[in-house]
């Protein structure tokens, strides 16, 4: 999983509001078994790059968890934690759109 969250909801036309957090849940290879990995990046959008500058790792766990299920309920918890500052603008790949670069949009209640 990837989704990157934002401010607002039109990063590409906000000229200086396009700070983002990037939440990923991976599964990975450690000593012959599989863990899953909850990871995070902050960043800014330049949209006249078009690409993501000042990046860093937030959150990059050395052990993984066991479980699919503990790993999610982590994502889920970071993820709330964000929305309460304010990013609850969720754009996630949609790899079944109708062009390369078609993206699926939520909203992010945080109360």
């Known amino acids: 999983m990837l989704e990157p969250l934002y401010k607002t909801k039109d ?7 396009g700070e983002f957090y990037e939440l990923i849940l991976d599964a990975d290879r450690v000593n012959s078994r599989i863990a899953y990995f909850v990871r995070e990046k902050h960043g800014w959008w330049d949209e006249k790059g078009k690409r993501a500058v000042n990046v860093v790792n937030t959150l990059s766990p050395d052990e993984g968890y066991t ?3 503990e790993a999610h309920e982590r994502y ?4 709330l934690t964000r929305a309460k500052g304010g990013f ?3 754009f996630s790949l949609n790899f079944f759109g109708k062009s390369p670069a078609d993206y699926n949009y939520e909203y992010i209640p945080c109360d």
């Open 11 to 17: 990063p590409q036309s906000s000229v200086g509001h």
């Open 67 to 69: 479980t699919f299920e």
């Open 76 to 79: 889920t918890q970071q993820r």
């Open 88 to 90: 609850v603008h969720s």
